[in-house]
């Protein structure tokens, strides 16, 4: 499968749980949309991921991406310790100048 670079980096750092490598994946006003909540900017960013990871030790497996343009959805199978898992979700990307500018998570 071909992600963009940016999209294979957060793999990476979503599967080694590393926050910052995560959100350095993003743009500085970046916006995140997950589990009914908002969280914007890089730092802010950081924190949800590293709480999610402390929370649910989440990996992606990619399964299949759809780019067209700057956007981009990513299907994946995440599996954690949460009910359910693992799960198959859809990660919305805005992706501008290599960096992501917004994130939607979908099931």
């Not at 979503?14 to 970046?30: G, I, K, P, R």
């Amino acid at each position: 499968m071909n992600l963009p670079k940016v999209i294979s980096a957060l793999v990476k750092a979503q599967n080694e749980f590393d926050s910052t490598a995560y959100a350095n994946c993003f743009a500085e006003t970046a916006i995140v949309h997950d589990e009914g909540k908002v969280h914007t900017g890089r730092t802010e960013i950081e924190h949800w991921i590293a709480e999610s990871n402390e929370k649910y030790r989440s990996t992606m497996k990619p399964l299949g991406f759809q780019e067209n343009g700057t956007s981009g959805i990513l299907s994946a199978e995440v599996s954690g310790t949460f009910p359910g898992s693992p799960l198959t979700l859809k990660f919305h990307f805005n992706i501008v100048d290599g960096f992501i500018q917004s994130l939607k998570v979908t099931d």
